[in-house]
T-cell receptor, first 115, second 112 residues
């Protein structure tokens, strides 16, 4: 089944404790992206990757890191989480953004609470 | 940043009413894509439609229709004869180069 998976689905942590949210897709998509969803703000893009070893900042990259060592995986790293990073996070993938196959396929979401 | 604006934060209708969700965007690009996504109460994001900036034809899919007007930078979504199952948050989005910008979302509640 074609899908984007994220783990964990729920996470409660404390300020400053490094964490990683994993994202994996099995559709051989080049483009992967992370978004955060906050009430009244919609979804905001954190980072995206056009292909392996190619990553770039979205609209709200501060406090986050990503890596793209393999095509299928795109982990989101919070080196020192803070309470303002409490949010619902979505990973997504698509064949190519800006081209004809750019419907985003979204993962199920990760709800992160930073105390 | 070039914004996508969904001015209607919440809309409440009674079943079988028609409802239009507005989306207005800013762009300096000649080529871009527009999208609508649905987020039902279960939380997943469901793709509804994609439009490119060169195709201004309106589209109808069952009870759903979309009106793209480049002159006013709008991409509005109409649900005809709404149903309770249409209750969800709806997001409009626009590409800008390699980025994707979403609107704030419109919470639609369809009451029986």
């Amino acid at each position: 089944e074609a899908q984007v998976t994220q783990n964990p689905r729920y996470l409660i942590t404390v300020t400053g404790k490094k964490l990683t949210v994993t994202c994996s897709q099995n559709m051989n998509h080049e483009y992967m992206s992370w978004y955060r969803q906050d009430p009244g703000l919609g979804l905001r893009q954190i980072y995206y990757s056009m292909n392996v070893e190619v990553t770039d900042k979205g609209d709200v990259p501060e406090g986050y890191k990503v890596s793209r060592k393999e095509k299928r995986n795109f982990p989101l790293i919070l080196e020192s989480p803070s309470p303002n990073q409490t949010s619902l996070y979505f990973c997504a993938s698509s064949l190519v953004v800006g081209g004809p196959y750019n419907e985003q396929f979204f993962g199920p979401g990760t709800r992160l609470t930073v105390l | 940043a070039q914004k996508v604006t969904q001015a209607q934060t919440e809309i409440s209708v009674v079943e079988k009413e028609d409802v239009t969700l507005d989306c207005v965007y800013e762009t300096r690009d000649t080529t871009y894509y527009l999208f609508w996504y649905k987020q039902p109460p279960s939380g997943e994001l469901v793709f509804l439609i994609r439009r490119n900036s060169f195709d201004e034809q309106n589209e109808i899919s069952g009870r759903y229709s979309w009106n793209f007007q480049k002159s006013t930078s709008s991409f509005n979504f109409t649900i005809t004869a709404s149903q309770v199952v249409d209750s969800a948050v709806y997001f409009c989005a626009r590409t800008s180069g390699s980025r994707l910008t979403f609107g704030e979302g419109t919470q639609l509640t369809v009451n029986p």
